[in-house]
């Protein structure tokens, strides 16, 4: 039994595709953990009231990397335990992502919540991703979201 309360959180985000002549490339964030080092992820964040998950991920991602997207299909959910020790609460999360695409906006647009903000080649981006769930899940995009 964890000496933590339990709460749940649930979160919305979105891998933006780019089909370029030279590949797919998408775009990541980092941020610094408590230890300072920079950890990898898709754009994703908690939703507002009234917010459905798709509008959730569509602002998330828009603040985050300064990108203003189109949701083109659901990528999946994953779900994971963590400790935010500043209200000592014990969270189980899920996470539900969106595959988009860019249809403005620029990287230097962004908010401040990210430290870093980057346009990857696909294979790049996947080795780059500091969580094994969210690698998993934007492994499987070739296998359903065709090159545009």
Not at 32 to 59: C, F, I, T, V, Y
Request: some cysteine.
């Amino acid at each position: 039994m964890s000496r933590y309360p339990t709460r749940h959180a649930v979160s919305a985000g979105g891998l933006v595709i780019d089909d370029r002549a030279d590949g797919r490339w998408v775009v990541l964030i980092a941020r610094r953990n408590q230890a300072g080092r920079l950890l990898w992820s898709l754009p994703k964040g908690g939703l507002e009231d009234g917010e459905d998950h798709a509008a959730a991920a569509l602002r998330e991602v828009r603040e985050e990397t300064g990108l203003a997207c189109r949701i083109t299909g659901s990528l999946g959910v994953v779900d994971y335990w963590f400790v935010w020790r500043e209200d000592a609460v014990r969270y189980h999360k899920w996470v539900h992502y969106f595959t988009m695409r860019p249809e403005s906006g620029d990287l230097d647009e962004r908010d401040e919540e990210a430290d870093e903000v980057v346009w990857l080649p696909f294979d790049a981006a996947v080795e780059r991703l500091s969580h094994d769930n969210e690698r998993a899940l934007v492994q499987q995009t070739p296998s359903i979201v065709p090159p545009a």
